[in-house]
């Protein structure tokens, strides 16, 4: 059965962003993919950690059952460990218009790009066909300290979750999980790729607002080498 990305509560015409610097988009376009990278690899390592209360419901759920050493999974430490290396995400920041702290943050630099897509667009583009797991998401990230949270989530729910004072990055996640209960495994790799049209997928690319006019030469020399129609531009909210 074909895995198909579940959009949730997310309309049609919502605008999203993604930004990058040149390397990561010359690959993006090269591959025609979007990297789904492994939670534990990004820096906050509070990604998908258990809300207090589930943490409470999980432990007490491992200490009953038998132990079991072939496992890699034998409390609730090792099943959260196995839950982050088994989620792989690509974050998208939700905006009608460009942000200059995502280019400072993100951009990390003058030569950097920002593409610019839909929901629509990004649903349409997604071919999840030679991906292996067993559900694809698209929804945005709520904004909770851990401590706030009641109850038990599902476990993908953890990775749409994040501390309150991450709560400018305004996030739209795509996230794969992989787990298995007949197989349980932490060696995955350090992320997937979704293939996607690029054509579909990208309708505007920014370059950094306050990038030199070489470098916008040059990301149009790129984007035509890779037959990409989508319009380039430059930002328009820089320092400058």
């Keep these: 059965m074909t895995m198909l990305l579940n959009a949730e509560g997310l309309e049609n015409d919502v605008i999203l962003w993604r930004y990058m610097d040149v390397g990561k988009f010359t690959s993006m376009l090269q591959k025609e993919i979007i990297w789904l990278a492994r939670a534990d690899t990004f820096a906050d390592k509070h990604e998908g950690r258990f809300p207090e209360e589930m943490r409470g419901y999980i432990e007490k759920a491992y200490e009953n059952m038998p132990s079991n050493d072939e496992s890699p999974v034998r409390d609730a430490i090792d099943f959260q460990d196995y839950l982050v290396k088994n989620t792989f995400i690509s974050c998208w920041h939700k905006n009608t218009e460009e942000s200059m702290v995502m280019w400072s943050m993100y951009g990390k630099d003058q030569n950097s790009v920002a593409i610019q897509t839909t929901i629509e667009r990004l649903k349409e583009s997604v071919n999840p066909a030679s991906l292996t797991g067993n559900s694809l998401w698209l929804k945005k990230v709520l904004y909770e300290n851990a401590d706030a949270i009641d109850g ?74 890779y037959k990409l129609k989508a319009d380039v531009e430059k930002g328009e909210f820089g320092y400058e």
């Design 152 to 225: 038990v989530l599902l476990y993908e729910d953890c990775f749409f979750r994040k501390r309150r004072h991450f709560s400018f990055e305004k996030e739209v996640r795509i996230s794969l999980d992989t787990y298995s209960n007949e197989c349980p495994r932490k060696d995955t790799p350090d992320g997937y790729e979704l293939n996607v049209s690029m054509d579909t997928l990208i309708h505007k690319v920014l370059v950094h607002p306050d990038s030199k006019p070489w470098f916008l030469d040059a990301i149009k020399s790129v984007s035509a080498i």
